[in-house]
């Protein structure tokens, strides 16, 4: 989400004369675009500031040049004034809901009377009605966010606090986007909320659409050839989105589900609100209707009061899944959060040991998911260039890179069939299967 806020930063001033400068020493402007979903990210944003300062601010002022630092995300919305305080060289701090304020806070900044703004309210009109602007070109692959903020109040998660209450994109405006991102270049669209398939809005029909039904609607976009969408939760799923990764070939078949333990025991402490069975079940109903679908998902590893056997149970759930993909975390105390006060905390050398044995089963599976592939024919998005001489990126409908190469040098964009020879754990290689032209 931060990369599709990062983007629409930019779209949103470039008709104020700006464009992106891939070396940030000669930058005018530069918008630090924050995450505060684990810890460090604050050290991490205060150490950032302080490089800024000294390789570009400092060094800009010797030569008589000005320079703009603003601080954006939810480590901006978390720390508010306190950036300024730490660093007082930052002009402006915004929040993830008050973005779309920037070029008015740009233009008030005043280099020589050092005025600062901070703006990090969620304000009452959506930022979205406020983005209605020029898309500047896209990869053949690009975001669009439908769905912002959450309800659930996990009490790990610092999202409710950070990107505020749940809000639904209206139909039309994403309708609208999507053919934008589509005459910018992009092929494959990921919809994107921090409970995407919460996604809801009343369509043409008067009728409440859910996820399902949008991306019916999406695709009918002719020239977009790949829809995905990230991130769900497990009570949120409905039986239509399951029926339109059966009906629908441009939705791919890759579902992102985090879980974050197989313990009841700590789900209930987490405030899941759903069991490991539950969990379980929607998997197996997904199955049902597209036997071919790549699961993913999120672990957190460590959460306080997680004993031996509630990790148990986790591993447990694990195989009886069998994932194509996972990121597992260590349990990382959030400020502000409701577990923060949960004493009984798992020791560090045992988080770790549990987070090492977590990973080794889902890489295990990765590789045997990735090794099913092989001598298989697959229809490929090409994203880039790879590292290596005529070579190619591209991603697989079950989100897979892929690496081949082409003499043809015009492939960016378009889909091509690929023959798998190899499967590693984070990749697989391939040849173009026909190369008449290519
Ligand atoms: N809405 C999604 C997750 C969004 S946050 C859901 O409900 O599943 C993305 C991931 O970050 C989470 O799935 C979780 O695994 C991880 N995460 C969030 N807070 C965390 C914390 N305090 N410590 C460790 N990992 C965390
Ligand atoms: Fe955070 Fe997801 Fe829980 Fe919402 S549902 S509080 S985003 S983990």
Same mark, same amino acid.
């Given at each position: ?12 001033? =470039? ?30 944003? $205060? ?76 304000? #009452? ?15 053949? @692959? ?29 139909? %039309? ?28 809005? *009343? ?26 969408? %990230? #991130? @769900? ?31 009841? =025991? ?12 539950? $969990? ?26 997680? %004993? ?15 994932? @194509? ?5 260590? $349990?990382?105390?959030?400020?502000? #959060? ?43 998005? *090409?994203?880039?260039?790879? =590292? =290596? ?11 897979? @890179? ?37």
């Amino acid at each position: 989400m931060n990369f599709y806020d990062s983007e629409r930063i930019s779209d949103l001033l =470039k008709p104020h004369g700006y464009q992106l400068e891939n070396n940030d020493e000669d930058a005018d402007l530069i918008v630090l675009n924050t995450c505060h979903i684990r810890e460090k990210a604050v050290e991490k944003t $205060y150490s950032e500031l302080g490089r800024i300062r000294d390789k570009i601010k400092l060094r800009k002022e010797k030569t008589g040049k000005k320079s703009i630092v603003a601080v954006a995300g939810c480590v901006a919305q978390a720390q508010g004034k306190e950036i300024m305080k730490r660093s007082p060289w930052v002009d402006i701090v915004v929040g993830p809901q008050s973005y779309q304020n920037l070029p008015e806070l740009i233009s008030k900044v005043d280099p020589i009377n050092n005025n600062k703004h901070i703006n990090i309210e969620f304000p #009452t009109i959506p930022k979205f009605d406020h983005l209605d602007i020029d898309i500047n070109k896209r990869n053949s @692959s690009a975001f669009l966010t439908i769905q912002e903020g959450c309800d659930k109040f996990c009490t790990f998660c610092v999202v409710p606090y950070t990107r505020g209450a749940e809000y639904s994109r209206p139909i %039309t405006a994403i309708l609208e986007e999507a053919n934008k991102l589509v005459e910018a270049g992009a092929k494959e669209i990921t919809l994107l909320g921090q409970n995407v398939n919460a996604w809801n809005a *009343v369509g043409k029909d008067k009728k409440t659409w859910g996820l399902g039904r949008l991306i019916q609607e999406l695709s009918k976009i002719k020239e977009l050839k790949f829809i995905r969408y %990230t #991130t @769900s939760h497990p009570l949120d799923i409905d039986i239509e989105l399951i029926e339109t990764h059966r009906d629908i070939a441009k939705l791919m078949p890759y579902l992102h589900l985090p879980v974050q333990s197989g313990s009841d =025991k700590i789900l209930k402490m987490m405030n899941r609100k759903h069991t490991a069975k539950e $969990y379980i079940k929607v998997i197996e109903k997904v199955r049902d209707y597209n036997p071919q679908i790549a699961i993913s998902g999120d672990f957190i590893i460590g959460f306080p009061g997680e %004993t031996d056997k509630d990790h148990k149970a986790t591993l447990d759930l694990i195989r009886e899944i069998n994932y @194509s993909q996972a990121y597992s975390f260590k $349990y990382s105390p959030r400020p502000g #959060t409701p577990a923060v006060v949960f004493f009984d905390h798992v020791d560090k050398h045992i988080k770790t040991e549990r987070l090492h044995e977590v990973q080794d089963l889902l890489r295990s599976q990765q590789m045997q998911f990735n090794k099913k592939f092989i001598n298989s024919t697959l229809n490929v998005l *090409v994203l880039k260039y790879g =590292k =290596k001489n005529k070579q190619y990126l591209g991603r697989t409908p079950f989100n897979q @890179s892929i690496y081949f190469r082409s003499n043809s040098n015009n492939l960016i964009g378009s889909t091509v069939d690929i023959t798998v020879t190899d499967a590693f754990q984070n990749s697989l290689t391939g040849i173009i299967k026909s190369n008449k032209n290519i």
